[in-house]
């Protein structure tokens, strides 16, 4: 079993920065994929931030805003949310694409429980 755990949500000024974090656990072979997504209040959740071997993806509305990135242990994300705006409020979201056991594993998408950042304006 993979568990994920975010911390780094809360309340913001609008321009201003915060820092979520996801550490992960558990049963992991490989990782396909890291990633970030944004569910705001009454929508369907959305990728903001992407990252796998090959380099990062960023959602349009957050590109040059923030920055995703990894530690040297891969075991931890990281999202760096700047220039915060009140459109970013809503309930973040990691994920990440695994191969549990071997390189023959089905990819599992493990998530973590979700983290609440609020921007006011």
């Known amino acids: 079993q993979v568990r994920l755990v975010e911390s780094g949500g809360g309340l913001v000024q609008a321009g201003g920065s915060l820092r979520l974090s996801c550490s992960a656990s558990?049963?992991?072979?490989?990782?396909?994929?890291m990633a970030w997504y944004h569910q705001a209040p009454g929508k369907q959740r959305e990728l903001v931030a992407r990252?796998?071997?090959?380099?990062?993806t960023y959602a349009d509305s957050v590109k040059c805003r923030f920055a995703i990135s990894t530690n040297n242990a891969l075991n931890t994300v990281y999202l760096q949310m700047n220039s915060l705006k009140p459109e970013d409020t809503g309930v973040y979201y990691c994920?990440?694409?695994?191969?549990?056991?071997?390189?023959?594993?089905?990819?599992?998408?493990?998530w973590g429980q979700g983290t609440q950042v609020t921007v006011s304006s």
């Open positions: 994920n990440f694409n695994v191969l549990r056991a071997s390189l023959f594993d089905r990819p599992y998408d493990a």
């Open positions: 558990g049963s992991i072979f490989s990782i396909n994929s």
């Open positions: 990252l796998v071997k090959g380099g990062t």
